[in-house]
């Protein structure tokens, strides 16, 4: 099976590199240098690394202005601390006026475990999708988020990049392509599509491979850019499949399901069911046991599929 | 040499003054008061403390000047407007549709505007990003920040002071336009934010008081300020909102009301 890596570790190897070939590259912190791993940049590049102590606020208009001077800006914190805490300060400090800041979020979604509801972060998409000017990016392995923050660097505008705090399969290769905005087909198959974003991608292959097994041919996508979405790709493969399952780790409302059935209902409106958590904060456990109790399981992922191709009927044109 | 030179800038401040006074009024909506009361400062910094260029508005090396009270928005124009940096007529397009003065500065519109700012609180820690940028990239350029006395309710700009003397920025200065009145009402009353200076001092900045109408006073406090090492300096200037339109002197209602056609042909004759 797939080797389980963290993204973390990558984020910080991917920010190690970058700064090791340039010098327009800061990192900020706010006293989680260690948790987020900026700390291997730090001890590298100790003049280019700022830990701003816990006020988020402060530290998000401090990336914008030194985004505005010239810098290349990574701000890091929880994703709680990175979306909610300071949205003002990234709608007008950083998002109206377009600058490059990419805000890395980790400890994102039900995963991050025993700390329950407080430290898990299931609005994130949801408030950063809403933000004009706004990339929303959701690497699915250690593999992506390395390529999302290198492509990150020199992306006009901010960008959001959301990751776990424990270790996720490594589903991608090291050659697979990785594009802000393009989503990239696992597997295609002809009777149905599976989305997948974040760690919800490896449980969409292990649904197609379950399906398999009933001769349901599956087309897998990880949708690794929320916003702007890949709408092409969604159309092709929803007119191929005629149904459509979404998957992720966020609320059901205002994530990878809501943006995908926007663009099915405009375009090419066809059966389709969302995973994800039902709109309610989370609560303490270990990431197996809450991905189990909240229904982000390849199983789950399986009985949406059935559900959508007998909506859809088995005959089609 | 200063008498001369003050006189021409107390010449610049009141044609500063009748820019904001017609602006606003042919806007329909704005902000007299906190414009006025901050008009001699911005005249100040553009018209003899900050290096600039306005043929050259992206010259890395000049100082920069952040506007966190957004909403003083037409004193600024005027300055920018005055230095060159646009032709005066542009300013009664603004708060129009297509402007590019918008009713809150909006940095994407033109060179010269540094941040975009409007919701209180977060031009200082904007003011810190671009003062530890010439730090790290060994720049000589100075950051000053305009903040409202209003504005030292938002504990952001509390965080902001701490990281400021933390990180030693002592190319960056603040001036507070201690004007004394807030939308609602008096700072004392709506909420008590002094004892200030011992606040700020506390926060390791260098404080200096002054009156914000004596340009003496505002351009020594600027010298002084250029020789602090090691901490970041803050001028509380003591200004009256709404300065040099008699009827808007210290009245709240002008915070954010233009004037009636009456009230604007008054203010422009005391205007000169």
């Not at chain 1, 349901?216 to 790709?233: C, E, F, G």
């Not at chain 1, 039902?278 to 390849?298: A, H, Q, R, V, W």
């Not at chain 2, 646009?86 to 540094?114: A, C, W, Y």
């Not at chain 2, 000589?140 to 002071?161: F, H, P, S």
Request: proline share 4%.
């Amino acid at each position: 099976m797939w080797k389980k890596e963290s993204q973390r570790t990558a984020f910080a190897e991917a920010l190690v590199e970058l700064g090791s070939r340039r010098k327009d590259v800061v990192v900020l912190t706010a006293d989680l240098s260690s948790s987020v791993k900026t700390n291997k940049f730090a001890a590298r590049f100790p003049e280019h690394h700022f830990n701003i102590g816990i006020s988020e606020q402060n530290m998000m208009s401090i990336a914008a202005g030194l985004a505005g001077s010239g810098s290349r800006v990574f701000a890091s914190t929880f994703a709680v601390f990175a979306t909610s805490r300071v949205y003002d300060q990234i709608r007008q400090s950083i998002a109206w006026p377009k600058l490059n800041v990419n805000i890395v979020a980790t400890h994102a979604g039900i995963t991050v475990g025993g700390d329950g509801a407080s430290h898990q972060m299931l609005e994130d998409i949801a408030l950063m999708c809403s933000l004009p000017n706004m990339t929303v990016i959701v690497p699915c392995d250690a593999l992506e988020t390395k390529k999302a923050v290198k492509s990150a660097v020199d992306y006009n505008g901010p960008t959001y990049i959301r990751l776990g705090r424990s270790e996720v399969p490594t589903i991608t290769k090291e050659k697979t392509p990785f594009k802000i905005g393009k989503a990239t087909v696992m597997k295609k198959g002809k009777d149905i599509t599976l989305i997948g974003t974040g760690i919800m991608a490896s449980q969409c292959l292990l649904a197609a491979d379950e399906l398999e097994k009933e001769k349901i041919d599956a087309t897998v996508i990880n949708m690794s850019t929320i916003k702007p979405v890949d709408k092409k790709t969604v159309i092709k493969y929803a007119k191929e499949t005629g149904a459509v399952v979404t998957a992720e780790e966020h609320n059901i409302i205002g994530g990878l399901g809501s943006t995908v059935s926007s663009v099915l209902s405009e375009n090419i409106p066809v059966p389709m069911k969302r995973i994800g958590i039902p709109d309610i904060f989370g609560e303490s456990g270990n990431s197996e046991e809450l991905m189990e109790k909240y229904g982000l399981t390849s199983e789950n992922i399986v009985k949406a599929a059935h559900d959508v191709m007998k909506r859809r009927g088995v005959e089609r044109t | 040499m200063r008498n001369n030179e003050i006189k021409t800038l107390e010449e610049k401040a009141r044609i500063i003054r009748k820019h904001i006074v017609e602006m606003i009024y042919n806007a329909g909506s704005g902000h007299p008061g906190g414009s006025l009361s901050a008009a001699d400062i911005l005249t100040a910094l553009y018209f003899k403390v900050m290096r600039h260029d306005p043929k050259n508005p992206r010259w890395e090396d000049r100082d920069r000047f952040i506007l966190s009270k957004g909403h003083a928005a037409p004193a600024l124009y005027a300055a920018l407007a005055e230095s060159g940096y646009f032709p005066v007529n542009e300013l009664l397009t603004l708060r129009k549709l297509g402007s590019r003065l918008q009713g809150h500065p909006d940095m994407r519109k033109f060179p010269g505007i540094e941040a975009s700012t409007g919701s209180e609180g977060q031009g200082l820690s904007i003011g810190i990003g671009a003062s530890l940028y010439a730090k790290l990239n060994r720049k000589l350029y100075r950051v000053y920040v305009m903040i409202g006395d209003g504005e030292n309710d938002c504990g952001q700009i509390w965080e902001a002071a701490m990281s400021a003397s933390h990180f030693k920025t002592d190319n960056l200065t603040v001036i507070l336009d201690r004007n004394g009145l807030q939308l609602d009402g008096a700072t004392r009353e709506i909420m008590g934010i002094e004892p200030l200076s011992d606040k700020w001092k506390a926060f390791g900045w260098k404080v200096i008081e002054i009156n914000g109408h004596s340009f003496r006073e505002i351009l020594n406090a600027f010298d002084h300020a250029k020789n602090v090492k090691g901490k970041p300096t803050i001028i509380i200037a003591h200004t009256v909102k709404g300065k040099g339109v008699s009827f808007m002197e210290g009245n709240v209602s002008f915070h954010g009301k233009p004037p009636n056609r009456e009230e604007y042909e008054q203010a422009m004759k005391e205007l000169g």
